[in-house]
């Protein structure tokens, strides 16, 4: 039964939710099928309980129709029709919390059903939302355009010719226009950032039409004074323009302005847009932007944009902590690491909280630590093997461990080799680190051109994981 899509998405529901399906599902209005809503019932009693034994086809049958002889297909038909109930909720939840939409179509079926009485509250109710309305993305324009086109459907023949109707400043055509025009060049910028950092990872062959236009039309007023327009013109000149490092602070800018417009969805892309240009330059080693990095995921934290339906992805759980390291953040870092483990999927929450905790004793050099915390990590997954191993190369260095620290460069060296998912240059960064972390361990401190010289290929060497921390090693040696 758990195989079921309609067990595995009513689980997928928060309890509100669920709750809230139940009584969609026991509304006349929306099904009427009793039948259903006792599979409904015992599906809930069933999520509710969190039971482990499987709840099998015969027992639902026999539940939802009493004495009938066991039919299969009719019981995949009363899950397809299930399936079909939970989708349309969905749908209505989602209409439900867009109110320009709603107030649209309200304009739009009391025109079609001439329901003149209806006409003033409604245009009022639109004023109002108008001045209320947060959400101003480009999505906001193309609901303006279409709640003037319906307001304009409103003007009657008969209102046209009443003598108190002044044609110059009731005929709204302009408003219709502008606000068409706003939501296309917003749009197509939107979707030309997206095509343009899919073309930053992939070799992509692919270009949109009429973008010389868009951009054009961008840069003038009305069109760059439209919060999403400016918005997402500027991101686009940093990734066009990405040595122009004015283009990003300007983009700062108008995300501390604009941002709260955005629905969560186009909030997170924007922020990832700011944070990429930022990594992209921290890991050239433009310091500022390290503490750039780490105060717009502090402000996507704040806007609580990270956390989805409760969830975090480990990903930016895991990328956040080494951020608020570079600049010493280490307090800020321990209690993110504590506070945000909740909102890790639970299958992989261990794994990220201890090697987080790893990297923190790491910066604070409790190098005891890091292998205490690192041994609790499970090594399965390819990307905590090499980070650890990494963690631990340095670790036995600093600690002066030099017979533990060649058996795992042997090791570690011999496991990249045979590793099939890297790549032949990611190898070769591995390999570096292991080279020279060897070169260091054997070097004389007093054979000052030796050192110099093994500085100088450091340096120069274009691929080397955990490159900056060498290059800390290699200088140490030189002051010696």
Request: charged share 30%; glycine share 2%; aromatic share 14%.
């Amino acid at each position: 039964m758990k195989d079921r899509k309609i067990f595995s998405a009513l689980s997928g529901l928060n309890i509100y939710e669920l709750n809230s399906f139940g009584k969609y599902v026991r509304s006349p209005y929306f099904n009427v099928n009793q039948q259903i809503i006792t599979y409904f019932e015992i599906l809930d009693k069933y999520i509710k309980s969190e039971k482990t034994e499987e709840l099998s086809n015969e027992y639902i049958w026999k539940s939802v129709f009493n004495n009938e002889e066991y039919n299969h297909q009719k019981l995949l038909k009363l899950n397809s029709d299930m399936v079909k109930l939970l989708e349309d909720f969905i749908a209505q939840k989602e209409f439900d919390s867009m109110v320009s939409l709603r107030s649209n179509l309200k304009i739009a079926g009391a025109n079609k059903r001439n329901l003149e009485k209806l006409y003033n509250g409604l245009l009022g109710e639109i004023d109002r939302l108008n001045k209320q309305e947060m959400n101003q993305s480009a999505e906001f324009y193309l609901t303006k355009y279409q709640i003037e086109k319906n307001i304009f459907s409103l003007k009657t023949e008969n209102e046209k010719k009443n003598e108190k109707f002044e044609i110059r400043s009731e005929l709204n055509i302009n408003k219709i226009s502008d606000n068409l025009d706003y939501f296309y060049i917003a749009e197509k910028l939107r979707h030309y950032c997206t095509l343009l950092s899919w073309k930053k990872m992939y070799q992509l062959d692919i270009e949109m039409k009429n973008m010389d236009f868009v951009l054009q039309l961008a840069t003038n007023e009305p069109y760059s004074s439209i919060p999403p327009v400016s918005l997402y013109y500027k991101m686009y000149l940093t990734y066009v323009e990405g040595d122009n490092v004015q283009n990003y602070f300007e983009l700062r800018n108008l995300i501390k302005k604009y941002i709260h417009l955005f629905p969560a969805d186009e909030q997170r892309d924007i922020y990832s847009t700011a944070i990429s240009y930022c990594i992209n330059k921290g890991n050239k080693n433009v310091s500022i932007f390290h503490k750039e990095t780490f105060d717009i995921y502090s402000e996507a934290l704040i806007n609580n944009i990270l956390v989805v339906n409760g969830e975090m992805q480990v990903s930016n759980y895991r990328n956040i902590v080494p951020i608020a390291l570079r600049i010493e953040e280490f307090d800020w870092a321990e209690n993110f690491i504590s506070e945000y483990a909740q909102y890790v999927d639970e299958k992989y929450r261990e794994n990220a909280v201890e090697f987080s905790l790893a990297r923190l004793e790491f910066y604070r050099k409790h190098f005891g630590k890091v292998l205490y915390h690192l041994n609790k990590v499970s090594y399965e997954d390819v990307w905590y093997n090499l980070n650890a191993k990494t963690l631990q190369i340095a670790s036995y260095y600093e600690m002066d461990e030099y017979d533990a620290l060649e058996s795992l460069l042997q090791a570690f060296k011999m496991y990249i080799k045979r590793e099939k998912s890297l790549s032949v240059d990611r190898k070769e960064h591995y390999i570096n680190l292991i080279k020279f972390t060897s070169a260091l361990m054997k070097i004389n401190p007093k054979e000052q051109v030796k050192v110099l010289k093994l500085k100088d290929e450091i340096v120069s060497a274009k691929g080397v994981v955990s490159k900056p921390w060498l290059i800390e090693k290699v200088e140490s040696l030189i002051k010696k």
